[in-house]
């Protein structure tokens, strides 16, 4: 597996996951064209925010894990 996307599969929860592939978009236009192409594809997409939830809700469960570190604000 993938080093970089192993570190997006797990969040203070303890709790793990799996996916296949990991995106970091860098803007609004990256992560709508991530997002069309997963629509188009009918897979799944877990949005991964700084990993610190203790729910397990960045931790994916198949699909691709889209990673919003570059955001730094949305409108």
Same mark, same amino acid.
């Given at each position: 597996? /993938? #080093?970089?996307?192993? /570190?997006?599969?797990?969040?203070? =929860? ?5 996916a %296949? @592939? ?7 236009? %990256?992560l =709508?064209?991530?997002?069309a192409?997963? #629509?188009?594809?009918? #897979?799944? +997409? ?5 990993? #610190?939830?203790?729910?397990?809700? $960045? +931790?994916?469960?198949?699909?691709? +894990?889209?990673?919003?570190? @570059?955001? $730094? $604000?949305? %409108?």
């Amino acid at each position: 597996m /993938n #080093t970089q996307l192993a /570190n997006y599969l797990s969040d203070a =929860s303890g709790y793990k996951g799996h996916a %296949e @592939k990991l995106f970091i978009p860098a803007d609004e236009s %990256e992560l =709508s064209a991530i997002l069309a192409d997963a #629509t188009k594809e009918l #897979t799944p +997409v877990t949005i991964s925010g700084a990993g #610190t939830g203790l729910a397990g809700g $960045r +931790v994916a469960q198949g699909g691709w +894990v889209i990673s919003m570190e @570059k955001f $730094r $604000r949305l %409108e």
